[in-house]
């Protein structure tokens, strides 16, 4: 399992995406996206509780990394559109593998807690 990071590069970018996907509001708003484009707006009020400001900085930052894909149209309003990029659709199912290991693990997890709060 060590072999799996032994470039210090890759052990960054492994550690930023890991941070990505456990920050309390990436994994949400791909989560939204995942169910095709969305306006900024319908993100706000998906996502329960998050601010304008960081859902600015949410979506530049999985833009930034590949993940979501901004799309201006020329019109009168303007109107943009964020959508998943096809890597971003890539990360739902590593992430939900995960989850799943966590559900099929909740009562070992949470008795080994109870164990070591004691």
């Known amino acids: 399992m060590s ?3 032994e470039e210090p590069e890759s052990r960054e970018l492994v550690r930023d995406i890991f941070t990505m996907t456990g920050d309390k509001w990436s994994m949400r708003v ?11 707006t319908h ?3 998906a996502v329960d509780g998050i601010s ?3 859902l600015t900085r949410t979506l530049r930052s999985l ?6 894909n901004r799309q201006s149209y020329a019109e009168s309003p ?5 959508s998943l990029t096809p890597l ?6 590593p992430v939900m593998a995960f989850i799943r290991w966590t559900h099929a693990h909740q009562a070992e997890i949470e008795a080994s807690r109870a164990r070591f709060d004691g």
Do not use: K, N, Q
């Open 3 to 5: 072999r799996v990071c």
């Open 30 to 40: 791909i989560s939204e996206l995942g169910d095709g484009a969305r306006r900024f």
């Open 43 to 45: 993100l706000m009020a």
């Open 52 to 54: 304008h400001r960081m």
């Open 63 to 68: 833009e930034r990394d590949g993940l979501v």
């Open 78 to 82: 303007p109107r943009v559109e964020y």
């Open 88 to 93: 971003g659709e890539t990360v739902i199912e």
